[in-house]
T-cell receptor, first 114, second 108 residues
Framework: DTEVTQTPKHLVMGMTNKKSLKCEQH?????MYWYKQKAKKPPELMFV???????INESVPSRFSPECPNSSLLNLHLHALQPEDSALYLC?????????????FGEGSRLTVL | GQQLNQSPQSMFIQEGEDVSMNCTSS?????WLWYKQDPGEGPVLLIA?????ELTSNGRLTAQFGITRKDSFLNISASIPSDVGIYFC????????FGSGTRLLVRP
């Protein structure tokens, strides 16, 4: 199994809603990532978990709250988002911690905030 | 902060043509990588380079890690229609930084 699975694929939410994005990998990878990608732009790093501990937070607003319940799962909790937060949210994992750059990406969750 | 300048931004290809793109930075990186992203999907790793001067091939793809550790190029030989997509360079030091991308389009 060499996949990173993200759910849901599409999400529409209002600015007062609370929702979560989920990511799962069963490759035994010990680092997991959240990236945000706007249209026609490169992915931008949001958070990195290494061995289930948050190791990098790229000054992301607190309305985005990551969680890593175990080494296979990564969640991104969303609350009180703004329309400009609409984007493709990509989850990724890597096999050897956070230093290789060799990431396996999921297909992404496309978020629309109304 | 660290930035990667990737060029060209976009280019048209005709089947059978060779394609080149490159990435430069003012910062040194330990690893250079090239990813491809198709519409509706996440990026997929094509090639990873670990040493300055390294030249690596993956089928019709060839990439090099610049001697100064501040640049890399990717060549695609004998392009085919499925090569269309967005190619991102990426540099890894303390974290992974992506270039702005090169969009390959089919020449009408």
């Amino acid at each position: 199994d060499t996949e990173v699975t993200q759910t849901p694929k599409h999400l529409v939410m209002g600015m007062t809603n609370k929702k979560s994005l989920k990511c799962e990998q069963h490759m035994g990878h010990r680092a997991m990532y959240w990236y945000k990608q706007k249209a026609k732009k490169p992915p931008e790093l949001m958070f990195v978990y290494s061995y289930e501990k948050l190791s990098i937070n790229e000054s992301v607003p607190s309305r985005f709250s990551p969680e890593c319940p175990n080494s296979s799962l990564l969640n991104l909790h969303l609350h009180a988002l703004q329309p400009e937060d609409s984007a493709l949210y990509l989850c990724a994992s890597s096999p050897e911690g956070t230093n290789t750059g060799e990431l396996f990406f999921g297909e992404g969750s496309r978020l629309t905030v109304l | 902060g660290q930035q990667l300048n990737q060029s060209p931004q976009s280019m048209f290809i005709q089947e059978g043509e060779d394609v080149s793109m490159n990435c430069t930075s003012s910062s040194i990186f330990n690893t250079w990588l090239w990813y491809k992203q198709d519409p509706g999907e996440g990026p997929v790793l094509l090639i990873a380079l670990y040493k300055a001067g390294e030249l690596t091939s993956n089928g019709r793809l060839t990439a090099q890690f610049g001697i100064t550790r501040k640049d890399s190029f990717l060549n695609i030989s004998a392009s085919i229609p499925s090569d269309v997509g967005i190619y991102f360079c990426a540099g890894q030091r303390y974290k992974l930084i992506f270039g702005s991308g090169t969009r390959l389009l089919v020449r009408p």
